[in-house]
């Protein structure tokens, strides 16, 4: 086994991540802690960077967005595809991944860990915790069930879309997740546009814009353990220092002073 090559390949691929410039709000972010996006924008560097591993999941991602588009449009039609737009009015920009142009549905997909996968009844969902169980052992451990919906910050984000393509005179009338891992398995839901998701995404947007314009940080939320976006985005915020657990310090936005 040649570990200096093992290792130098891992280096590099970690290191061929560049970090996004951030010139207005974006709406892959939009479902981060507030704190954490506006200081994206400000240009504060990050605390943690992507380990190698995560690099390979999001180029692998992509690459495999491209890869079934062909049967994307087989099922749904004819798309417009990885579009950015601008909105002046709301300063977010945002790309989507498949717009069907003949009911103007969003066709989101998403790469995800085998493991996200659960089968029920011969039907394939996402799975979702339900609690904990203790065996005779005295061992505590997770169980899982089937989720109904799809993760909610791909909602806000695609939500963003709409808000997005609204602006450009567009109306989205429904958005599909399709969530999809290398191994295969698949599982698609099917949703119409929001209104509370919305109101979520212009409040999001709401408060940044105050704060960008106030030059004052918006509130830290990565503490709000039972918070329905914790465990997906919020505990894996960027600016956590985990040397003290704590995230998005007002010291670091002293430092870029």
């Known amino acids: 086994m040649d570990n200096d090559r093992t290792i130098s390949l891992y280096q590099a691929i970690k290191d061929s991540n560049d970090q996004r410039v951030f010139k207005a709000w974006h709406a892959s972010s939009i479902a981060e802690c507030p704190r954490s996006h506006y200081y994206k924008r400000l240009g504060v560097p990050t ?10 999941r999001w180029k692998a991602g992509h690459l495999l967005e491209e890869a079934i588009r062909p049967q994307i449009e087989s099922v749904y039609g004819k798309t417009s595809s990885n579009e950015r737009y601008y909105s002046k009015k709301l300063d ?100 119409e546009v929001q209104k509370d998701l919305l109101k979520n995404v212009n409040d999001r947007l709401a408060m940044l814009n105050k704060a960008w314009k106030e030059k004052q940080p918006p509130i830290c939320m990565c503490h709000l353990t039972d918070h329905p976006l914790y465990d997906g985005v919020l505990k894996w915020c960027d600016y956590k220092n985990e040397g003290n657990g704590k995230c998005c310090e007002l010291k670091l936005i002293a430092k870029e002073k």
């Open 47 to 56: 605390l943690n960077e992507p380990t190698a591993a995560k690099v390979i």
């Open 92 to 191: 977010l920009t945002g790309e989507f991944d498949n717009l069907v142009l003949s009911n103007n549905r969003l066709v989101e997909i998403k790469s995800v860990h085998d493991l996200a996968f659960i089968e029920r009844e011969g039907k394939t969902y996402l799975k979702e915790n339900t609690g904990k169980k203790t065996y005779g052992t005295g061992k505590e451990v997770n169980t899982w069930g089937p989720k109904q919906t799809p993760y909610q910050h791909h909602e806000l984000q695609n939500h963003a879309y709409v808000l997005l393509l609204a602006d450009h005179g567009v109306e989205v009338e429904g958005i599909d997740y399709v969530y999809i891992s290398l191994s295969g398995r698949i599982v698609v839901y099917s949703t």
